[in-house]
């Protein structure tokens, strides 16, 4: 029902591509995933939703979790392509004064390039 | 005296039933000729009415969903048979005190609910709660 697709480093950017409902269980994949890649010494993760249109606000905490545990090593958690109602729970929430928000992962690699 | 149209939905507390429940509404949101947004706001705070419904009632019976259909709102109750709790009790999640504290990430729902309905209502007590929103639709959609 939802997973992450694709994992790969642009640069100096995790970029963590999903698919389907950002819930407990695709928050807790990220997690996992991003945790690795801080293990590695990265610190920049990008997160594309462009295929996950819907969200619930424990897999949004989980991605709180993460902001903290990046502000820790100076990092940094970006996201692309979100769906409106996906950005406007972020925003809600809180999480768009810690993350940038980009439209496209195209303008976000070169912006963090 | 003329009876409101409401689709009525039964959920057994498992795993994404909240699913269910969006499908629903995106298909009675269509009918009342609600926007796309709306109707996406319609599901975002279902969603976390169902997961309120669902854990922290601590219900193991089913929940409850009625759409109440009319010519220019859309009505929602999420009904559990939980342990109820008490509305002013609840705080306001702030973001920057959840960051770098050990305040607990979660408890958006009910606020995430009231910032996507036009209005929100509970009734709880220790045989359960009812909580009622009305999404309205505007004159030109």
Known sequence: MSKVTNTNVEGNVVVIATEGYLNKDLGEEIQKIAQEHIDGGNKIFLINLKSSNIVNSIGASILIELIEQLQDIDGHLVFCDLAPIIEKTFKIMGLTKYCTVYPSQEEAITALA | ?141
């Open chain 2, 1 to 141: 005296m003329s009876k409101t149209p409401t689709v009525e939905l039964k959920l057994p507390v498992l795993k994404n039933m909240e699913l269910v429940a969006t499908q629903t509404s995106e298909v009675v949101s269509k009918h009342i000729g609600l926007s796309d947004d709306k109707s996406a706001e319609i599901s975002m705070a279902l969603i976390e009415a169902c997961i309120n419904a669902f854990e922290h009632s601590e219900t193991k019976l089913e929940i409850y969903i009625h759409f109440m259909i009319s010519d220019d709102e859309l009505t929602i109750k999420v009904i559990d048979k939980g342990k109820g709790f008490d509305a002013s009790k609840i705080k306001i999640p702030e973001i920057d005190n959840k960051i770098n504290t050990s305040e607990r990430k979660r408890g958006w729902g009910i606020m995430l609910i009231k910032e996507l309905m036009d209005s929100v209502d509970f009734e709880s007590n220790d045989k359960g709660t009812t909580l009622t929103m009305v999404k309205k639709k505007e004159k030109n959609e």
